[in-house]
Protein backbone atom coordinates (compact mmCIF):
# COMPACT_ATOMS: atom_id res chain seq x y z
CA UNK A 1 0.00 0.00 0.00
CA UNK A 2 1.46 3.27 -0.88
CA UNK A 3 1.59 6.37 1.43
CA UNK A 4 -1.41 7.74 2.13
CA UNK A 5 -1.76 11.92 2.88
CA UNK A 6 -4.90 14.29 3.96
CA UNK A 7 -5.93 14.45 0.52
CA UNK A 8 -6.90 10.91 0.62
CA UNK A 9 -8.31 11.29 3.96
CA UNK A 10 -10.75 14.09 2.79
CA UNK A 11 -11.85 11.75 -0.07
CA UNK A 12 -12.80 8.89 2.17
CA UNK A 13 -15.09 11.44 4.79
CA UNK A 14 -15.98 12.71 1.53
CA UNK A 15 -16.84 9.14 0.11
CA UNK A 16 -18.37 8.06 3.45
CA UNK A 17 -21.01 10.54 3.95
CA UNK A 18 -23.87 9.74 1.00
CA UNK A 19 -23.42 6.27 3.30
CA UNK A 20 -24.89 7.46 6.22
CA UNK A 21 -28.74 6.92 5.54
CA UNK A 22 -27.84 3.23 4.23
CA UNK A 23 -25.28 2.65 7.60
CA UNK A 24 -27.78 3.95 9.66
CA UNK A 25 -30.72 2.11 8.63
CA UNK A 26 -29.07 -0.83 8.50
CA UNK A 27 -27.84 -0.19 11.81
CA UNK A 28 -31.26 0.42 13.01
CA UNK A 29 -33.01 -2.98 11.94
CA UNK A 30 -30.77 -4.68 13.49
CA UNK A 31 -31.11 -3.08 16.83
CA UNK A 32 -34.30 -1.13 16.83
CA UNK A 33 -38.07 -3.37 16.12
CA UNK A 34 -41.82 -2.30 16.29
CA UNK A 35 -42.52 -0.84 19.92
CA UNK A 36 -38.88 -0.53 20.91
CA UNK A 37 -37.57 2.08 23.73
CA UNK A 38 -35.66 4.50 21.64
CA UNK A 39 -32.91 6.04 23.23
CA UNK A 40 -31.90 10.23 21.94
CA UNK A 41 -29.98 12.94 23.88
CA UNK A 42 -28.07 15.70 22.55
CA UNK A 43 -24.41 16.74 23.54
CA UNK A 44 -21.90 19.63 22.24
CA UNK A 45 -18.47 19.48 21.44
CA UNK A 46 -15.96 23.21 21.21
CA UNK A 47 -14.97 23.36 17.63
CA UNK A 48 -11.37 25.40 16.21
CA UNK A 49 -11.49 27.91 14.15
CA UNK A 50 -14.66 30.26 12.29
CA UNK A 51 -15.20 29.03 9.16
CA UNK A 52 -17.22 26.18 9.41
CA UNK A 53 -21.15 27.48 8.95
CA UNK A 54 -21.93 24.69 11.66
CA UNK A 55 -19.44 26.30 14.41
CA UNK A 56 -21.91 28.70 16.53
CA UNK A 57 -21.39 29.67 20.02
CA UNK A 58 -24.24 28.47 22.17
CA UNK A 59 -24.44 26.25 25.88
CA UNK A 60 -20.86 24.65 26.05
CA UNK A 61 -21.13 21.30 28.07
CA UNK A 62 -17.46 21.39 27.58
CA UNK A 63 -16.94 24.81 29.65
CA UNK A 64 -15.35 25.88 26.30
CA UNK A 65 -17.11 28.93 26.20
CA UNK A 66 -14.89 30.75 24.51
CA UNK A 67 -14.80 28.47 21.46
CA UNK A 68 -17.64 27.49 19.26
CA UNK A 69 -19.25 24.76 18.72
CA UNK A 70 -21.44 22.09 16.85
CA UNK A 71 -24.58 20.14 18.49
CA UNK A 72 -25.13 16.51 18.02
CA UNK A 73 -27.51 13.36 18.58
CA UNK A 74 -27.39 10.73 19.25
CA UNK A 75 -30.64 7.57 18.34
CA UNK A 76 -29.86 4.31 20.52
CA UNK A 77 -31.36 1.35 21.81
CA UNK A 78 -32.55 0.96 25.28
CA UNK A 79 -28.88 -0.74 25.73
CA UNK A 80 -27.04 2.17 24.54
CA UNK A 81 -26.03 0.98 21.08
CA UNK A 82 -25.71 3.60 18.72
CA UNK A 83 -27.55 3.60 15.78
CA UNK A 84 -28.27 6.99 14.01
CA UNK A 85 -26.06 10.36 14.70
CA UNK A 86 -27.38 13.92 13.41
CA UNK A 87 -24.87 17.24 13.48
CA UNK A 88 -26.57 20.73 13.85
CA UNK A 89 -25.27 24.42 14.78
CA UNK A 90 -23.80 25.02 17.55
CA UNK A 91 -26.69 27.34 18.85
CA UNK A 92 -29.62 24.75 18.50
CA UNK A 93 -31.65 24.51 21.73
CA UNK A 94 -31.92 21.09 22.16
CA UNK A 95 -35.79 20.47 21.89
CA UNK A 96 -35.09 21.61 18.32
CA UNK A 97 -33.76 18.88 17.22
CA UNK A 98 -36.73 16.48 18.12
CA UNK A 99 -38.97 16.48 15.15
CA UNK A 100 -35.60 15.62 12.38
CA UNK A 101 -35.41 12.14 14.89
CA UNK A 102 -39.05 11.63 14.98
CA UNK A 103 -39.10 11.96 10.84
CA UNK A 104 -35.55 9.36 10.41
CA UNK A 105 -37.16 6.89 12.69
CA UNK A 106 -40.87 6.87 11.00
CA UNK A 107 -39.73 7.60 7.22
CA UNK A 108 -35.93 6.21 6.66
CA UNK A 109 -35.75 3.38 9.25
CA UNK A 110 -40.22 2.46 8.30
CA UNK A 111 -40.96 2.32 12.57
CA UNK A 112 -44.86 2.90 12.86
CA UNK A 113 -44.44 1.95 16.77
CA UNK A 114 -42.11 4.32 18.61
CA UNK A 115 -41.24 4.90 22.69
CA UNK A 116 -38.79 8.14 22.56
CA UNK A 117 -37.37 8.25 25.96
CA UNK A 118 -35.74 11.57 26.64
CA UNK A 119 -35.03 13.87 29.49
CA UNK A 120 -36.87 17.26 30.69
CA UNK A 121 -34.72 19.55 28.71
CA UNK A 122 -35.36 17.85 25.25
CA UNK A 123 -39.01 16.38 25.26
CA UNK A 124 -40.76 19.65 27.08
CA UNK A 125 -44.17 20.21 27.33
CA UNK A 126 -44.28 22.12 24.21
CA UNK A 127 -42.54 19.57 22.05
CA UNK A 128 -44.82 17.30 23.30
CA UNK A 129 -48.05 18.82 22.13
CA UNK A 130 -46.16 20.00 19.06
CA UNK A 131 -44.71 16.73 17.46
CA UNK A 132 -45.33 13.51 19.86
CA UNK A 133 -49.07 13.76 20.72
CA UNK A 134 -50.18 14.30 17.06
CA UNK A 135 -48.78 10.88 15.94
CA UNK A 136 -50.39 7.57 16.16
CA UNK A 137 -48.02 5.18 17.56
CA UNK A 138 -45.67 7.55 19.17
CA UNK A 139 -45.02 7.00 22.40
CA UNK A 140 -43.06 8.57 25.37
CA UNK A 141 -41.38 8.85 28.36
CA UNK A 142 -39.87 11.88 29.96
CA UNK A 143 -39.91 13.62 33.45
CA UNK A 144 -40.88 17.35 34.31
CA UNK A 145 -39.13 19.97 35.72
CA UNK A 146 -38.70 21.60 39.57
CA UNK A 147 -41.95 24.28 38.43
CA UNK A 148 -43.76 21.23 37.07
CA UNK A 149 -43.42 19.00 40.29
CA UNK A 150 -44.19 22.47 42.79
CA UNK A 151 -47.38 22.80 41.10
CA UNK A 152 -48.26 19.23 41.57
CA UNK A 153 -47.49 19.86 45.51
CA UNK A 154 -49.48 22.96 45.03
CA UNK A 155 -52.19 21.73 43.45
CA UNK A 156 -52.85 18.91 46.18
CA UNK A 157 -51.80 15.82 43.75
CA UNK A 158 -48.58 15.10 44.98
CA UNK A 159 -48.93 14.19 48.61
CA UNK A 160 -45.19 14.41 50.42
CA UNK A 161 -46.38 12.10 53.06
CA UNK A 162 -46.43 9.48 50.33
CA UNK A 163 -43.14 9.20 50.82
CA UNK A 164 -43.30 8.32 54.56
CA UNK A 165 -44.55 4.30 53.22
CA UNK A 166 -42.69 3.93 49.94
CA UNK A 167 -40.11 5.95 47.29
CA UNK A 168 -42.51 5.38 44.52
CA UNK A 169 -45.90 5.93 43.51
CA UNK A 170 -48.10 6.87 40.52
CA UNK A 171 -50.67 9.72 40.07
CA UNK A 172 -52.58 11.66 37.38
CA UNK A 173 -53.37 15.73 36.99
CA UNK A 174 -55.82 17.28 34.61
CA UNK A 175 -52.28 19.22 33.31
CA UNK A 176 -51.64 16.11 31.79
CA UNK A 177 -54.06 14.57 29.86
CA UNK A 178 -54.14 10.83 28.56
CA UNK A 179 -50.37 9.81 30.43
CA UNK A 180 -49.19 8.74 33.58
CA UNK A 181 -47.22 10.72 36.13
CA UNK A 182 -44.86 8.51 38.53
CA UNK A 183 -43.51 10.29 41.06
CA UNK A 184 -40.08 8.65 42.94
CA UNK A 185 -38.28 10.05 45.83
CA UNK A 186 -34.41 8.82 46.04
CA UNK A 187 -32.74 9.76 49.66
CA UNK A 188 -29.67 9.14 48.30
CA UNK A 189 -30.22 12.33 46.27
CA UNK A 190 -31.93 14.12 48.63
CA UNK A 191 -28.71 13.87 50.73
CA UNK A 192 -26.62 15.19 47.96
CA UNK A 193 -28.75 17.96 46.82
CA UNK A 194 -28.99 19.40 50.54
CA UNK A 195 -25.52 19.18 50.90
CA UNK A 196 -24.30 20.83 47.29
CA UNK A 197 -27.04 23.29 48.26
CA UNK A 198 -25.71 24.55 51.47
CA UNK A 199 -21.93 24.67 49.87
CA UNK A 200 -23.54 26.88 47.80
CA UNK A 201 -24.96 29.16 50.24
CA UNK A 202 -21.80 29.28 52.08
CA UNK A 203 -19.37 30.52 48.98
CA UNK A 204 -21.97 32.51 48.22
CA UNK A 205 -22.08 34.04 51.45
CA UNK A 206 -18.39 34.70 51.07
CA UNK A 207 -18.77 37.13 48.16
CA UNK A 208 -21.95 38.67 49.56
CA UNK A 209 -19.25 39.22 53.02
CA UNK A 210 -16.74 41.11 50.79
CA UNK A 211 -19.97 42.64 48.91
CA UNK A 212 -20.96 44.27 52.20
CA UNK A 213 -17.46 44.91 53.14
CA UNK A 214 -16.96 47.10 49.79
CA UNK A 215 -20.10 49.37 51.29
CA UNK A 216 -18.55 49.79 54.73
CA UNK A 217 -14.70 50.65 54.02
CA UNK A 218 -13.19 53.81 55.07
CA UNK A 219 -12.19 55.24 51.41
CA UNK A 220 -14.53 55.48 49.03
CA UNK A 221 -17.43 52.72 49.78
CA UNK A 222 -19.20 51.11 47.39
CA UNK A 223 -22.97 52.91 47.62
CA UNK A 224 -24.35 52.79 44.25
CA UNK A 225 -27.53 51.00 44.40
CA UNK A 226 -26.99 49.92 41.09
CA UNK A 227 -23.73 49.43 41.27
CA UNK A 228 -24.32 47.23 44.23
CA UNK A 229 -27.15 44.92 42.41
CA UNK A 230 -25.09 44.33 39.56
CA UNK A 231 -22.24 43.07 42.19
CA UNK A 232 -24.74 40.36 44.33
CA UNK A 233 -26.10 39.37 40.50
CA UNK A 234 -22.73 38.93 39.36
CA UNK A 235 -21.68 36.67 42.16
CA UNK A 236 -24.86 34.89 42.94
CA UNK A 237 -26.05 34.37 39.42
CA UNK A 238 -23.92 31.71 37.93
CA UNK A 239 -24.59 29.56 41.43
CA UNK A 240 -28.53 30.25 41.21
CA UNK A 241 -28.53 30.45 44.66
CA UNK A 242 -29.86 34.18 44.89
CA UNK A 243 -33.72 32.81 45.76
CA UNK A 244 -32.42 31.94 48.74
CA UNK A 245 -31.55 35.03 50.38
CA UNK A 246 -32.94 38.94 51.25
CA UNK A 247 -30.77 41.78 51.27
CA UNK A 248 -31.10 45.34 52.11
CA UNK A 249 -28.79 48.39 51.69
CA UNK A 250 -29.10 50.93 55.15
CA UNK A 251 -27.18 53.52 55.98
CA UNK A 252 -24.49 50.88 57.49
CA UNK A 253 -24.10 49.54 53.94
CA UNK A 254 -25.28 46.09 53.06
CA UNK A 255 -26.82 43.56 55.19
CA UNK A 256 -28.16 40.30 54.16
CA UNK A 257 -29.67 36.98 55.39
CA UNK A 258 -30.80 33.70 54.21
CA UNK A 259 -34.52 32.87 53.45
CA UNK A 260 -35.76 30.15 55.50
CA UNK A 261 -38.56 29.66 54.28
CA UNK A 262 -37.84 29.36 50.40
CA UNK A 263 -34.88 26.92 51.76
CA UNK A 264 -37.70 24.64 53.37
CA UNK A 265 -39.55 24.69 50.35
CA UNK A 266 -36.91 23.70 48.34
CA UNK A 267 -35.45 20.99 50.44
CA UNK A 268 -38.70 19.23 51.09
CA UNK A 269 -38.65 18.23 47.24
CA UNK A 270 -35.34 17.39 47.52
CA UNK A 271 -34.57 13.88 45.83
CA UNK A 272 -37.97 13.95 44.06
CA UNK A 273 -38.57 13.60 40.83
CA UNK A 274 -41.84 12.85 38.75
CA UNK A 275 -41.56 10.77 35.16
CA UNK A 276 -44.71 11.19 32.75
CA UNK A 277 -44.98 8.55 30.54
CA UNK A 278 -48.38 8.22 27.58
CA UNK A 279 -47.73 4.86 27.96
CA UNK A 280 -51.04 1.88 29.17
CA UNK A 281 -49.62 0.48 32.93
CA UNK A 282 -50.09 -3.05 30.71
CA UNK A 283 -47.93 -2.12 28.64
CA UNK A 284 -45.58 -0.68 30.97
CA UNK A 285 -45.90 -0.19 34.84
CA UNK A 286 -44.26 2.22 37.34
CA UNK A 287 -41.36 0.38 38.32
CA UNK A 288 -40.58 -0.71 34.48
CA UNK A 289 -41.25 2.50 33.26
CA UNK A 290 -38.68 4.15 35.91
CA UNK A 291 -36.03 1.63 34.88
CA UNK A 292 -36.99 2.04 31.44
CA UNK A 293 -35.63 6.08 31.84
CA UNK A 294 -33.01 5.33 33.96
CA UNK A 295 -31.44 3.64 30.55
CA UNK A 296 -30.74 7.58 29.44
CA UNK A 297 -27.43 6.73 31.46
CA UNK A 298 -26.60 4.35 29.13
CA UNK A 299 -26.48 7.59 26.18
CA UNK A 300 -24.07 9.74 29.05
CA UNK A 301 -21.71 6.95 28.61
CA UNK A 302 -21.83 7.09 24.87
CA UNK A 303 -20.71 10.98 24.76
CA UNK A 304 -18.56 10.21 27.94
CA UNK A 305 -16.36 7.90 25.69
CA UNK A 306 -16.45 9.57 22.45
CA UNK A 307 -15.55 12.46 23.70
CA UNK A 308 -12.62 11.04 26.11
CA UNK A 309 -9.21 9.82 24.96
CA UNK A 310 -10.18 6.73 23.41
CA UNK A 311 -12.29 7.80 20.21
CA UNK A 312 -10.98 12.16 20.24
CA UNK A 313 -14.16 13.45 18.88
CA UNK A 314 -12.89 16.61 19.85
CA UNK A 315 -11.75 19.68 19.33
CA UNK A 316 -12.77 19.96 15.39
CA UNK A 317 -10.53 21.29 12.68
CA UNK A 318 -12.69 21.06 9.49
CA UNK A 319 -14.27 23.59 7.76
CA UNK A 320 -16.58 22.04 5.62
CA UNK A 321 -19.61 21.15 7.16
CA UNK A 322 -19.98 18.01 5.32
CA UNK A 323 -17.16 17.12 6.34
CA UNK A 324 -17.54 17.48 9.87
CA UNK A 325 -20.81 15.55 9.62
CA UNK A 326 -18.36 12.82 8.28
CA UNK A 327 -16.33 13.04 11.15
CA UNK A 328 -18.93 12.68 13.98
CA UNK A 329 -19.89 9.65 12.25
CA UNK A 330 -16.74 8.17 12.23
CA UNK A 331 -16.08 8.89 15.83
CA UNK A 332 -19.71 7.18 15.98
CA UNK A 333 -19.13 4.10 14.20
CA UNK A 334 -15.85 4.01 16.06
CA UNK A 335 -17.68 4.00 18.91
CA UNK A 336 -20.27 1.06 17.89
CA UNK A 337 -16.94 -1.02 17.31
CA UNK A 338 -16.24 -0.40 20.64
CA UNK A 339 -18.84 -0.97 22.41
CA UNK A 340 -19.80 -4.30 20.76
CA UNK A 341 -15.82 -5.20 21.79
CA UNK A 342 -16.73 -3.90 25.13
CA UNK A 343 -19.33 -6.32 25.69
CA UNK A 344 -17.63 -9.35 24.75
CA UNK A 345 -14.78 -8.12 26.20
CA UNK A 346 -16.54 -8.19 29.67
CA UNK A 347 -15.81 -11.22 31.23
CA UNK A 348 -11.58 -9.78 30.93
CA UNK A 349 -12.86 -6.17 31.84
CA UNK A 350 -13.66 -4.32 35.43
CA UNK A 351 -17.13 -3.52 33.54
CA UNK A 352 -20.22 -5.10 35.14
CA UNK A 353 -21.28 -8.13 32.92
CA UNK A 354 -24.55 -7.48 34.28
CA UNK A 355 -24.59 -3.48 34.12
CA UNK A 356 -27.79 -1.93 35.02
CA UNK A 357 -29.17 -4.87 37.13
CA UNK A 358 -31.37 -2.99 39.78
CA UNK A 359 -32.00 -4.11 43.52
CA UNK A 360 -34.99 -6.33 43.64
CA UNK A 361 -36.56 -4.31 46.77
CA UNK A 362 -37.02 -0.70 44.43
CA UNK A 363 -36.07 0.46 40.96
CA UNK A 364 -35.60 3.80 42.39
CA UNK A 365 -32.61 3.14 44.14
CA UNK A 366 -29.53 3.18 42.75
CA UNK A 367 -28.39 0.27 40.90
CA UNK A 368 -25.60 -1.74 42.71
CA UNK A 369 -22.88 -3.47 41.57
CA UNK A 370 -23.21 -7.06 40.43
CA UNK A 371 -21.56 -9.91 43.03
CA UNK A 372 -18.70 -11.10 40.55
CA UNK A 373 -17.72 -7.34 39.38
CA UNK A 374 -17.06 -6.76 42.94
CA UNK A 375 -15.44 -9.68 42.82
CA UNK A 376 -13.37 -9.03 39.91
CA UNK A 377 -12.86 -5.47 41.36
CA UNK A 378 -10.85 -7.02 44.93
CA UNK A 379 -9.01 -10.34 43.35
CA UNK A 380 -7.81 -8.11 40.07
CA UNK A 381 -8.56 -11.70 38.45
CA UNK A 382 -11.37 -14.03 36.81
CA UNK A 383 -12.82 -16.67 37.63
CA UNK A 384 -10.32 -18.75 35.63
CA UNK A 385 -7.62 -16.78 36.86
CA UNK A 386 -6.65 -14.47 34.32
CA UNK A 387 -5.95 -10.79 34.92
CA UNK A 388 -8.83 -8.31 34.71
CA UNK A 389 -7.82 -5.16 33.19
CA UNK A 390 -9.57 -1.92 31.76
CA UNK A 391 -10.50 -1.71 28.15
CA UNK A 392 -7.80 0.54 26.61
CA UNK A 393 -5.02 -1.72 28.44
CA UNK A 394 -6.25 -4.91 27.16
CA UNK A 395 -6.02 -3.39 23.48
CA UNK A 396 -2.74 -2.70 24.04
CA UNK A 397 -2.15 -6.04 25.09
CA UNK A 398 -3.31 -7.42 22.47
CA UNK A 399 -1.28 -4.51 20.13
CA UNK A 400 1.76 -6.99 21.30
CA UNK A 401 0.29 -9.73 18.54
CA UNK A 402 2.47 -9.14 15.69
CA UNK A 403 3.47 -10.80 12.34
CA UNK A 404 6.63 -10.98 11.75
CA UNK A 405 8.41 -11.49 7.94
CA UNK A 406 11.50 -13.80 8.63
CA UNK A 407 14.18 -13.93 6.18
CA UNK A 408 16.11 -16.95 6.79
CA UNK A 409 20.43 -16.06 6.08
CA UNK A 410 20.33 -18.91 3.63
CA UNK A 411 19.04 -17.65 -0.08
CA UNK A 412 17.66 -21.40 -1.23
CA UNK A 413 14.95 -20.73 1.77
CA UNK A 414 12.13 -18.39 0.93
CA UNK A 415 11.14 -15.94 3.69
CA UNK A 416 7.91 -16.71 5.78
CA UNK A 417 5.69 -15.01 8.03
CA UNK A 418 5.76 -16.00 12.03
CA UNK A 419 2.94 -14.95 14.61
CA UNK A 420 3.51 -13.24 17.61
CA UNK A 421 2.37 -16.84 20.34
CA UNK A 422 -0.26 -15.80 22.32
CA UNK A 423 -0.27 -15.06 25.96
CA UNK A 424 -3.35 -17.23 27.95
CA UNK A 425 -5.22 -13.39 28.38
CA UNK A 426 -4.20 -12.66 24.79
CA UNK A 427 -6.08 -16.49 23.15
CA UNK A 428 -8.97 -15.89 25.92
CA UNK A 429 -9.69 -12.76 24.39
CA UNK A 430 -9.48 -13.65 21.35
CA UNK A 431 -11.85 -16.64 21.85
CA UNK A 432 -14.46 -14.09 23.00
CA UNK A 433 -14.34 -11.65 20.10
CA UNK A 434 -14.25 -14.49 17.28
CA UNK A 435 -10.78 -14.35 16.06
CA UNK A 436 -8.52 -17.89 15.84
CA UNK A 437 -4.59 -17.37 15.24
Not at 101 to 127: H, N, P
Not at 238 to 265: C, H, M, N, S
Not at 312 to 330: D, K, N
Request: aromatic share 6%.
Amino acid sequence: MGAVDEDDLYQALDWLLPQQPKIEAALAGRHLGEGTLVLYDVSSTYFEGHCCPLACYGHSRDERRGNPQIVFGVLADVQGCPVAVEVFAGNTADPKTVATQIGKLRERFGLKEIVLVGDRGMLTQARIEAELRPQAGLEWITALRSVQIQKLVADGALQLSLFDQTDLAEITHPDYPGERLVVCRNPLLAAERGRKREDLMVAAEKKLDAIAAATRRARRPLSDPARINYRIGEALGPKKVAKYFRWELVAAGLTYQRDPERIARDAALDGIYALRTSLPAPRLDAAQTVRSYKQLANLERVFRILKSVDLELRPIHHRLAERVRAHVLICLLAYYVEWHLRRSLAPLLFEDQQRGAQPATSPVAPAQRSASALAKARTKRTPDNLPVQSFRDLLRDLATIVKNRIQPTLKSIPPFAVVTRPTPLQKRALELIGISL
